[in-house]
């Protein structure tokens, strides 16, 4: 991303390409691979039941409400620090999950700090970072990866080098409010992660290039989704060189 971008584009989401998998490291690759064919067992014991995760997410609701929490009072994993939620509030999908990471993932000492010593958001064992959301469609299929300003989810802000390691380390391992769903969520995560990686440096360096212009960045209401990434071929392809073949667009 260019620093010289002027403020005002920032309003606009950063698009970031997709990598290769070929171009990871060989660990990266390793790590995807394992995770792809994890997720690939979760599919498949969903579909199996007539079900995806997005439905398992809203089997108990009455109705899916805009901006509403699903399921309700969110998904927290105490032992792991894992935490997600489904809703909807974008065009262009059906929803998106939010994940995060929260104490003992993460450290309350990881939060950023500006020079003025102001520190952003929830502190100490109250902390909670956003790592990524994925955009779902209404067939329950990832079709995006993107990262939001600061104020969206209301997170604490750290810095994105202090999030990478926590990615490969995001798992839910209980099972409300499915198990297989819960195993989708974390193997879908691992499998990206070196997309996620990418996206959270793009995120870091875009908002490093305005911040000095504009202080109250992070509360602009106007700057929501600060970069994304598209998957509606890339998550194919993914699985594809992972050697798993996905279900078949339903009818």
Known sequence: MDAREAPARLADPARIAVSAPETWSARAQRRARTAVKDWALAEGALRAASSDV?????????????????????????????????????????????????????????????????????????????????????????????LTNRWVTDETWVPAHRLLPLVNRFAVTHAYPNWAANIWLTTFIRAVQPWIVALLRARDARIAAHLAAQPELLEDRSVEVIVQMELTTAWPALAAWAGVELPPIPE
């Open 54 to 146: 997005v439905r398992e997410m809203l089997r108990t609701a009455a109705r899916f409400v805009t901006l509403d929490h699903y399921p309700e009072g969110d998904v927290l994993d105490a032992h792991t620090g894992a935490q997600y939620y489904y809703h909807a509030h974008r065009s262009g999908e059906h929803g998106h999950f939010h994940c995060f990471a929260r104490p003992p993932l993460l450290s309350p000492e990881a939060a950023w700090q500006s020079r003025e010593g102001k520190r952003f958001g929830p502190q100490g064992d109250e902390a909670i970072a956003h790592l990524v959301a994925i955009g779902m469609d209404a067939w329950g299929r990832p079709i995006s990866l993107f």
